[in-house]
């Protein structure tokens, strides 16, 4: 499989999205779509076939020991795919939204997810960082362009934050590939080199936070998790679907490549102190997300909560023979739950999208019986909301079940704390549910137009995504075996 030409495909898509609006207003969108099955199609088959260990390695700047070094194990291979599927979605979303630019907004659509493919399938952290940063660009430009009233205030911020952020863990790949090279000579930025780096544990510790505050941040975590809400509010649904489905998952997948194998020791250390960061997030997003009667804001903010499982898997150490390991559930279910989370949460993000789309906004006391008038809509918000708290059967369940069960053996007290964020879930998503589309239609609201065939589709799709991980998962904890049995080989 080759990642380079996928990742070329989908930035030659972008450009040639943008040039076919002078032909028709309406092209953008089918060179979009047909880009992205192209691609997925391209990854499926890779998947089907049992999938050959993608390794591709180009001299870049070797001076300073800079390659492209492009890999994809079961991990990447599960989060490639994902990206390329909710790359269709925000195609399909999005499809009579945006009223202008509509080249340039595929344009962005396809950079961003070429962007997350390299951030999936880099091996060469000053790579690493050039497509985090690729990535960060045109998701700016999606929301500050075709965002809502307070798109400027919320692109500003969320550029900001992952910035700063980033330019914090610029600092700490530098000084990481110093020190090494202080030790061997070797002066690289390759993966595989800088694993079991011989550094101090102090400075170790010190890197550690350089690398865990940049992911947290885009997880994100309780407390960098301010910039979400306002820019899931005010993107289109593309963006927020593209935020939800893809950009939290890069942050996850930073904590699980690189924090935990880079800096074992110091990961250990850390270890409670990142579970409690994950408790809290999970009990304070299901309480925001609660408090809110804005549709979006209360999706944004259970995304928090749901992020908080996974921090709380990824760090759940414990003790085995006197020495701290990587937990093998919990790591389990902060990757389904990534997976999960994609789908359910860019569905509700799509729903959001299209009631304000119809209704012209997103406060829930506004809404009430759409039921009535949606019926179809009603069913499809109904599965991702119980899909989203947690209902078995379904992809989510599994994936939080995991994390509970791993982190029971690290931390009793906290695995309660986030028990308990399960039984809020509960109540918000019922909530949502109740105040939209139950209750007594309001009368202000004209028929409103129901989901089609082309919304259909893809919601389908991701219906039988959530029972298939729900019933059978085992197919994506094969693939994430290999690289769990790396961490816990770790220490």
């Known amino acids: 499989m080759n990642i380079l030409a996928l990742i070329l495909f989908l930035l030659l898509g972008g450009v040639v999205a943008w040039a076919a609006e002078?032909?028709?207003?309406?092209?953008?969108?089918?060179?979009?779509?047909?880009t992205f099955v192209a691609a997925g199609l391209y990854v499926a088959q890779a998947w089907a076939g049992g999938y050959a260990y993608a390794n591709q390695y180009i001299e870049w700047?070797?001076?300073?020991?800079?390659?492209?070094?492009?890999?994809?194990?079961?991990?990447?291979?599960?989060?490639?795919?994902?990206?390329?599927?909710?790359?269709?979605?925000?195609?399909?979303?999005?499809?009579?939204?945006?009223?202008?630019?509509?080249?340039?907004?595929?344009?962005?659509?396809?950079?961003?997810?070429?962007?997350?493919?390299?951030?999936?399938?880099?091996?060469?952290?000053f790579l690493f960082f050039f497509f985090w940063e690729v990535m960060l660009i045109p998701m700016y430009f999606l929301i500050a362009i075709w965002g809502h009233e307070a798109r400027a205030y919320a692109a500003m911020k969320f550029f900001l934050f992952t910035q700063i952020s980033g330019l914090l863990m610029l600092f700490a790949i530098l000084a990481l590939v110093y020190f090494h090279y202080a030790a061997t000579g070797l002066l690289t930025f390759n993966y595989h080199d800088l694993l079991g780096a011989a550094i101090s544990r102090d400075v170790s510790f010190a890197l550690m936070l350089g690398f865990f505050v940049a992911f947290?941040?885009?997880?994100?975590?309780?407390?960098?998790?301010?910039?979400?809400?306002?820019?899931?509010?005010?993107?289109?649904?593309?963006?927020?679907?593209?935020?939800?489905g893809i950009l939290l998952k890069t942050g996850a997948y930073g904590l699980i490549r690189?924090?935990?194998?880079?800096?074992?020791?110091?990961?250990?250390?850390?270890?409670?102190?990142?579970?409690?960061?994950?408790?809290?997030?999970?009990?304070?997003?299901?309480?925001?997300?609660?408090?809110?009667?804005?549709?979006?804001?209360?999706?944004?903010?259970?995304?928090?909560?749901?992020?908080?499982?996974?921090?709380?898997?990824?760090?759940?150490f414990h003790e085995v023979d006197g020495v701290l390991v990587t937990n093998e559930l919990g790591m389990q279910g902060a990757i389904v739950t990534m997976i999960a989370h994609g789908f359910s949460t860019a569905a509700l993000f799509m729903m959001a999208g299209a009631l304000q789309e119809r209704l012209h906004t997103r406060e829930m006391s506004r809404m009430g019986g759409l039921w009535v008038r949606?019926?179809?809509?009603?069913?499809?918000?109904?599965?991702?909301?119980?899909?989203?708290?947690?209902?078995?059967?379904?992809?989510?369940?599994?994936?939080?079940?995991?994390?509970?069960?791993?982190?029971?053996?690290?931390?009793?007290?906290?695995?309660?704390?986030g028990a308990l964020g399960v039984v809020v879930a509960a109540v918000y998503g019922?909530?949502?549910?109740?105040?939209?589309?139950?209750?007594?239609?309001?009368?202000?609201?004209?028929?409103?137009?129901?989901?089609?065939?082309?919304?259909?589709?893809?919601?389908?799709?991701?219906?039988?995504?959530?029972?298939?991980?729900?019933?059978?998962?085992?197919?994506?904890?094969?693939?994430?075996?290999?690289v769990i049995d790396l961490l816990w080989e770790a220490p």
């Open 430 to 482: 019922l909530v949502l549910l109740q105040r939209a589309f139950q209750g007594t239609p309001n009368p202000d609201i004209p028929a409103m137009r129901d989901f089609g065939w082309r919304e259909m589709s893809v919601m389908v799709l991701m219906m039988v995504a959530l029972v298939w991980i729900g019933v059978y998962p085992q197919p994506l904890l094969d693939l994430a075996g290999p």
């Open 22 to 34: 002078r032909v028709h207003p309406n092209a953008p969108r089918w060179v979009g779509l047909l």
């Open 61 to 125: 700047i070797p001076r300073f020991g800079i390659h492209v070094i492009l890999s994809m194990d079961g991990l990447s291979l599960m989060l490639v795919a994902l990206t390329l599927f909710l790359g269709i979605v925000a195609v399909v979303s999005s499809w009579t939204e945006t009223e202008r630019s509509h080249g340039f907004f595929q344009f962005n659509i396809l950079w961003v997810m070429a962007g997350v493919v390299g951030v999936f399938t880099a091996f060469d952290l």
């Open 374 to 417: 949606a019926p179809r809509m009603g069913v499809v918000t109904m599965f991702f909301v119980i899909a989203s708290v947690g209902m078995p059967g379904l992809g989510n369940f599994i994936g939080e079940f995991l994390v509970l069960v791993g982190a029971f053996k690290a931390s009793i007290p906290l695995t309660v704390a």
């Open 216 to 244: 947290v941040v885009k997880l994100p975590g309780v407390p960098f998790h301010t910039w979400l809400p306002d820019a899931h509010t005010q993107a289109p649904t593309a963006g927020s679907v593209i935020l939800a």
């Open 258 to 316: 690189f924090v935990v194998p880079l800096f074992p020791e110091a990961s250990a250390d850390f270890a409670w102190w990142a579970m409690f960061l994950g408790a809290l997030s999970i009990l304070y997003g299901g309480y925001m997300a609660y408090s809110q009667s804005d549709f979006k804001r209360l999706v944004a903010y259970s995304s928090v909560a749901h992020m908080g499982f996974v921090l709380l898997g990824v760090f759940a």
